[in-house]
């Protein structure tokens, strides 16, 4: 059985090509936003990981503090 022809008029090359460069600028947009995103992501990252740092050097300092006292 044959399928019946699409009525829809087909779209130009022209027109096609108009939307795939339109296509390619929202694609293009949304990976700068991504890199934006990655960027604060990553410079969240490195103040929670220094905080981090931070608080393992002052849990050191007070174990042995507490060391101390307990061996006095």
Same mark, same amino acid.
């Given at each position: #059985?044959? #399928? @019946?022809?699409? @009525? =829809? @008029? =087909? @779209? !130009? +090359?022209? $027109?096609?090509?108009?939307? *795939?460069?339109? !296509?390619?600028? +929202?694609?293009?947009?949304?990976?700068? $936003?991504?890199?934006?995103?990655?960027?604060?992501? !990553?410079r969240?990252?490195?103040?929670?990981?220094?905080? +981090?740092? =931070? *608080?393992?050097?002052?849990?050191?300092? %007070?174990? %042995?503090?507490l060391? =101390?006292?307990?061996?006095?």
């Amino acid at each position: #059985m044959a #399928m @019946p022809e699409d @009525p =829809r @008029p =087909r @779209p !130009t +090359i022209d $027109e096609r090509l108009q939307a *795939l460069a339109q !296509t390619v600028e +929202i694609l293009a947009g949304m990976q700068r $936003e991504n890199e934006e995103r990655f960027g604060q992501v !990553t410079r969240n990252f490195e103040i929670v990981l220094d905080s +981090i740092k =931070r *608080l393992e050097n002052i849990a050191m300092a %007070h174990e %042995h503090r507490l060391d =101390r006292i307990e061996g006095q």
